[in-house]
């Protein structure tokens, strides 16, 4: 089972496993560590690391989130692309549509003469 922040701040100092346990550790739990260990005077390249952590995880969770924004903006794009060709072939579907009209506007009132 993974180690929450606090059993991690309370393994010793320099630990090898609190430094893999920042490899993989998500911004939130980073940012809880580091209030743990925030005001115990030994742990200053501990805080450093997870500061440096935090950064990386901070970067790595905004590459994925430009990464989907790129995709839903492509698809947006995509589907704005079909609508602009519906809405063009709607309009010479209308166009058609008055011209017929008209023609059959015409041929009622010159029967009527």
């Known amino acids: ?14 630990s090898g496993e609190k430094r893999q346990w920042l490899l993989e550790a998500s911004a939130r739990e980073i940012q809880q560590f580091i209030h743990l260990i925030a005001d115990n005077p030994y742990c200053g390249k501990e805080y450093e690391l997870a500061r440096t952590a935090l950064d990386i995880r901070l970067a790595e969770d905004a590459d ?8 839903g903006t492509d698809h947006l794009v995509t589907q704005t692309e ?10 010479y579907l209308t166009v058609i ?17």
Do not use: G, H, Y
Request: net charge positive.
């Open 1 to 14: 089972m993974r180690k929450t922040p606090k059993q991690i701040a309370d393994l010793p100092v320099n």
């Open 64 to 71: 994925v989130a430009a990464q989907n924004l790129v995709l």
């Open 82 to 91: 079909k609508l602009v060709k519906f809405t063009q072939s709607l309009v």
């Open 97 to 113: 549509l008055a011209i017929l009209a008209l023609l059959e506007f015409l041929k009622f009132f010159f029967k009527c003469l």
